[in-house]
Structures are given as structure tokens and as C-alpha cells.
């Protein structure tokens, strides 16, 4: 019922970056815990960084220091700024959002990096 939207995947270079971006459509989540999680090929779903409303985030230890979690609530758009890319950063990344008992996921968009 409540969908977000995803965009800025595509192929880079090892030690390249890249920005993604989420859009909350419907401004359900603006006040609300919004994530970004990853499937790496032949692995299950796993976090990579989450920031709740007031702007508190988390980083998984594998991308601590290269990644930043960001939103604009304003905007009803969360972002991930992607530094210094490791081919074990390709997957697929899902954004997520959580109000209550109201969630919604991203369709996901592909991540790849290789030379």
C-alpha cells in the first residue's frame, strides 16, 4: 500500500562513489525510522545504516567512515552518500521506512562495482 521510490544504482569503479536516493511519495515516514538495507549476490538482507527522525543514525561496521545516511524531511527524501566503493559493496540496496505499524520498502535498485 505505501511504496518508496529509489534511484541512483548503477556500475562504478572500485574507490568511485555514488548517491542514492529514497523518496517517501506519500510523507509517511517523515517523522518516522527510515533505513537502508543491502542483498549482496547469494546472501541474505542486511542492514547497511538506518537514521530515525531526529536525525540519530547507525552504520554497519562494513561501511563505517566510506557511507553517510542523510534525510530531508522537507523533501520526504532519504539519501546515502557512498564513498570509496569495495566491489564487496555490490548488491542490491532497499530503502525502508517504519511508522507505527505502517512500513514500506523500495523496489531496490543495483549497486555494482567492478573495473
Known amino acids: 500500500q505505501v511504496q518508496l521510490v529509489e534511484s541512483g544504482g548503477g556500475l562504478v569503479q572500485p574507490g568511485g562513489s555514488l548517491s542514492l536516493s529514497c523518496v517517501d511519495p506519500g510523507s509517511i515516514f517523515s517523522i518516522g525510522y527510515m533505513a537502508w538495507h543491502r542483498q549482496p549476490p547469494g546472501k541474505q538482507r542486511e542492514l547497511v545504516a538506518s537514521?530515525?527522525?531526529?536525525?540519530?543514525?547507525y552504520y554497519a561496521d562494513s561501511v563505517k567512515g566510506r557511507f553517510t545516511i542523510s534525510r530531508d524531511n522537507a523533501k520526504n527524501t532519504m539519501y546515502l552518500q557512498m564513498n570509496s566503493l569495495k566491489p564487496e559493496d555490490t548488491a542490491v540496496y532497499y530503502c525502508y521506512g517504519t511508522l507505527g505499524r505502517t512500513q514500506a520498502w523500495g523496489q531496490g535498485t543495483q549497486v555494482t562495482v567492478s573495473s
Open positions: 537514521i530515525t527522525s531526529g536525525g540519530i543514525t
